[in-house]
C-alpha cells in the first residue's frame, strides 16, 4: 500500500459502547474525536446521526478524500452494508456507506473492526509488510483479522477469522479468551481483576494464569488451521499481558509441530490508535486495487 501525505481521510472505528474517529494524513492522526453510544437507542438513526456529527466535526474545513470504517459485525463490503451488530441491537441491516456517500459526497469503505486492526498493524505498526499474519483483538470479546500473502484474505461477508466461535470446551473461545472469562467464572470485570492482580491477589493471579492458557490453546488452534508466521494480539486485554504472558507462552510451547513454532512469533501491539489508520488504510486498498504496491 502507497500512503499520501497530501491525502487527509477520515478513520472511524466502531465498538459496541463507543465510537472513535480520527482526521488522518499519511500515518499521522491530526486530530481525533471520541463519544459514548446510547445505552439504549430507539433506532438506528440515533447512532448513525452521532456519527454523521462526529464527521461534520473532525472534517470542519478539511478536503477529505475518503472514509474507512471498522464495524464490530458481518457486513456486505461491496454494498457497504452493515448486518446484525451484536452489541448495537438497532442494526439489523444498516446501509451505512450510502448514508454517508450521500451526506459527504466522498467515498466510504467499510469493513470488520478486526480487519483494520489487522490491516493498521500490517501497514503502520509491528507487524509491517508480514506475509502471512493474524491480528487478533481481544477485549469484551475476541476477534480476528487474516493477512495471507500480503493481503487481507477474501471472504464473503467480512466474517473470516471468527475463531471465538469455535466451540471449546463447555463454551466457545470468547468464553474463555476474553473480559467474559472474568465475568463469567470471577463475577468480575478485566479491569476489576487487573487492579487485584497488580495487589498480588492470589485468585486474581490464578485468574490469569488461566487465561493464559486457554488463550495459548486458541492460539494453538490458529496454527493448525491458518499456520501464520506471526500473530498480533491487540484490544484491552494487551495492559494486562504481564499477567499471563508467561502462562501463554507456555501453553503455546505444547503445540505438536515443533519446527512451526521455530518460524513463529506473537507480539503485543503496542502502536496508538491503530484500528483508526486500519480503517483508513481501506480507501488505499480499494482506490490502488490495482496496483501492485498496494499489498
Known sequence: MTTSNNIKLIGIDLGGTKVNIGLVQGNKILQKKYAKLPLNPKNEWEVINLIIDLIKEIKSNHKISGIGIGVPSILDREKGIIHEVQNIPTWKEVPLASILIKEFGIPVFLDNDANCFTLG???????????????????????????????????????????????????????????????????????????????????????????????????????????????????????????????????????????????????????????????????????????????
Do not use: W
Open 121 to 295: 498493524e500490517f501497514h503502520f505498526g509491528k507487524a509491517k509488510n508480514c506475509k502471512n499474519l493474524i491480528g487478533l483483538t481481544i477485549g469484551t470479546g475476541m476477534g480476528a483479522g487474516i493477512i495471507n500473502n500480503y493481503h487481507l484474505i477474501g471472504d464473503a461477508n467480512g466474517g473470516a477469522g471468527e475463531f471465538g466461535m469455535i466451540p471449546y470446551l463447555d463454551g466457545i473461545f470468547e468464553d474463555y479468551c476474553s473480559g467474559k472469562f472474568f465475568n463469567t467464572f470471577y463475577n468480575l470485570s478485566g479491569e476489576e481483576i487487573l487492579q487485584l492482580a497488580k495487589q498480588g491477589d492470589k485468585t486474581a493471579l490464578e485468574a490469569f494464569e488461566q487465561l493464559g492458557k486457554h488463550l495459548g490453546n486458541a492460539i494453538k488452534t490458529i496454527l493448525y488451521a491458518i499456520d501464520p508466521e506471526k500473530i498480533i494480539i491487540g484490544g484491552s486485554i494487551v495492559k494486562s499481558s504481564a499477567y499471563f504472558d508467561a502462562s501463554l507462552k507456555k501453553s503455546i510451547q505444547l503445540f505438536s509441530y515443533k519446527e512451526t513454532l521455530k518460524n513463529f512469533e506473537f507480539v503485543y501491539s503496542t502502536t496508538p490508535d491503530i484500528a483508526i489508520l486500519g480503517a483508513t488504510s481501506l480507501y488505499y486498498n480499494r482506490v490502488q486495487i490495482n496496483d501492485k504496491t498496494c499489498r
